[in-house]
């Protein structure tokens, strides 16, 4: 099983509000990402948390905040976004944090920022 | 940073055809080299990958070639189908110290024909 559940699968808010969304797998994997996607575009990488810790962070506004609360969740929390975030938040993990491991990824968040 | 360009950037075939999509990266030292399939509203769903010891690898009718010397990498679908239909992505991960990143091309739009 490689598989990935994200929620919600949509979420609409408003520059003022917060929100989270949501990541887990259960195949023991100890990598965990957050990719953004743009319509047209390739994934962007925004963090990685390798051993539940946050090993690299993409120079991503302060307005998202990362958390791996176990090794099976990941959280992106939101705040006082701006309507160019409207994008697809995909969340993936992979058995490690070495070159060659597969990740995989979940569905996504549909994100409108209104 | 490691650089990725794919092409085309949209390929229609008819049903039963090939289906061939090309890569090349800048890194020498990137040594895994992925490929995902993207249907519309989903996440890119892993379909083969290839490390760096091997020139080719085959999985019922897709295959991955690898030309480590010319830094190109090509995936070969063959007896398409109408569900083959989608947006192909290949990706590079460089060798980063302790971390792992991938590095996606721009994305191919498949159209298979009936």
């Known amino acids: 099983d490689t598989e990935v559940t994200q929620t919600p699968k949509h979420l609409v808010m408003g520059m003022t509000n917060k929100k989270s969304l949501k990541c887990e797998q259960h195949?023991?994997?100890?990598?965990m990402y957050w990719y953004k996607q743009k319509a047209k575009k390739p994934p962007e990488l925004m963090f990685v948390?390798?051993?539940?810790?946050?090993?690299i962070n993409e120079s991503v506004p302060s307005r998202f905040s990362p958390e791996c609360p176990n090794s099976s969740l990941l959280n992106l929390h939101l705040h006082a976004l701006q309507p160019e975030d409207s994008a697809l938040y995909l969340c993936?993990?992979?058995?490690?944090?070495?070159?060659?491991?597969?990740?995989?990824f979940g569905p996504g968040t549909r994100l409108t920022v209104t | 940073g490691e650089n990725v360009e794919q092409h085309p950037s949209t390929l229609s075939v008819q049903e039963g055809d090939s289906a061939v999509i090309k890569c090349t990266y800048s890194?020498?030292?990137?040594?895994?080299f992925p490929w995902y399939k993207q249907e519309l509203g989903k996440g890119p769903q892993l379909i083969i990958d290839?490390?760096?010891?091997?020139g080719e690898k085959k999985d019922q009718r897709i295959a991955v070639t690898l030309n480590k010397t010319a830094k190109h990498f090509s995936l070969h679908i063959t007896e398409t189908q109408p569900e083959d239909s989608a947006v192909y992505f290949c990706?590079?991960?460089?060798?980063?110290?302790?971390?792992?990143?991938?590095?996606f091309g721009q994305g191919t739009r498949l159209t298979i024909n009936p």
């Open positions: 993936a993990s992979s058995q490690s944090q070495g070159p060659s491991y597969e990740q995989y």
């Open positions: 195949m023991g994997h100890r990598a």
């Open positions: 948390y390798s051993y539940e810790k946050l090993s």
């Open positions: 890194d020498s030292a990137s040594n895994y």
């Open positions: 290839i490390r760096s010891n091997v």
């Open positions: 990706a590079v991960s460089p060798f980063i110290q302790g971390a792992q990143k991938l590095v």
